[in-house]
């Protein structure tokens, strides 16, 4: 079994449009961002986990570690699951941020303001995940989690599900909060089941 967890909130997403992005290294978990780590502990404390894979952005992390405490599971660190730099050279608002954001869904190939464009983040995202696949059949009764973010989820729902990265990102664009079970529709996983955990007070999707 696979769990695709975003992280929990950090101090970013507390701005307005107009203030300036936290940098990653100093994006850390707002105080409700802790107490919905533990309540996602709380809610994997039935279930054995065998693996946990975070994102190494601050905010995936320490969501992770929470996790591993209560699990005493070690968290691998993998690159391939960080979101998109989105202040790669010079700090930008919240707006600004957003409007790169539209921009790079739209044109899933553009390196916009110097910002990884959305099809090398899909790119670095299968090449993560084809690997992956190969410890899943060689141990598929282990559950793992994922922890990381909105965007690598798409592209690892899309990776999955073999759907094209432009289709995949103006998909979830139009969903004020796309789930699991609005996509599935698109495309059948036959046997796979994914359960992608967006909102603590949604519980599983």
């Given at each position: 079994?696979?769990?695709?967890?975003?992280?929990?909130e950090p101090?970013?997403?507390?701005?307005?449009?107009?203030?300036?992005?936290?940098?990653?290294?100093?994006?850390?978990?707002?105080?409700?961002?802790?107490?919905?780590?533990?309540?996602?502990?709380?809610?994997?404390?039935?279930?054995?986990?065998?693996?946990?894979?975070?994102?190494?952005?601050?905010?995936?992390?320490?969501?992770?570690?929470?996790?591993?405490?209560?699990?005493?599971?070690?968290?691998?660190?993998?690159?391939?699951?960080?979101?998109?730099?989105?202040?790669?050279?010079?700090?930008?608002?919240?707006?600004?941020?957003?409007d790169i954001?539209?921009?790079?869904?739209?044109?899933?190939?553009?390196?916009?303001?110097?910002?990884?464009?959305?099809?090398?983040?899909?790119?670095?995202?299968?090449?993560w995940f084809?690997?992956?696949?190969?410890?899943?059949?060689?141990?598929?009764?282990?559950?793992?989690?994922?922890?990381?973010?909105?965007?690598?989820?798409?592209?690892?729902?899309?990776?999955?599900?073999?759907?094209?990265?432009?289709?995949?990102?103006?998909?979830?664009?139009?969903?004020?909060?796309?789930?699991?079970?609005?996509?599935?529709?698109?495309?059948?996983?036959?046997?796979?089941?994914?359960?992608?955990?967006?909102?603590?007070?949604?519980?599983?999707?």
């Amino acid at each position: 079994m696979i769990y695709l967890i975003r992280h929990a909130e950090p101090l970013g997403e507390l701005l307005g449009p107009e203030d300036y992005l936290i940098p990653d290294e100093e994006n850390r978990l707002s105080e409700y961002g802790w107490q919905q780590a533990q309540q996602l502990a709380a809610m994997f404390s039935q279930i054995k986990i065998d693996e946990i894979y975070s994102s190494p952005i601050l905010r995936a992390f320490q969501t992770a570690g929470v996790m591993a405490e209560n699990t005493g599971v070690s968290i691998q660190i993998i690159d391939h699951l960080a979101e998109r730099n989105f202040m790669p050279s010079s700090p930008i608002t919240l707006k600004q941020c957003q409007d790169i954001q539209l921009q790079g869904y739209w044109h899933t190939n553009a390196v916009i303001q110097g910002v990884e464009s959305v099809a090398a983040h899909r790119l670095r995202v299968a090449n993560w995940f084809s690997g992956l696949e190969a410890e899943i059949q060689n141990k598929p009764e282990y559950n793992r989690l994922i922890v990381c973010h909105g965007g690598t989820i798409e592209h690892i729902l899309g990776v999955m599900m073999n759907i094209p990265v432009s289709a995949m990102s103006r998909y979830f664009f139009s969903c004020e909060c796309a789930h699991f079970m609005q996509i599935q529709p698109l495309r059948g996983l036959g046997e796979s089941v994914v359960y992608r955990i967006d909102r603590i007070n949604a519980g599983v999707i």
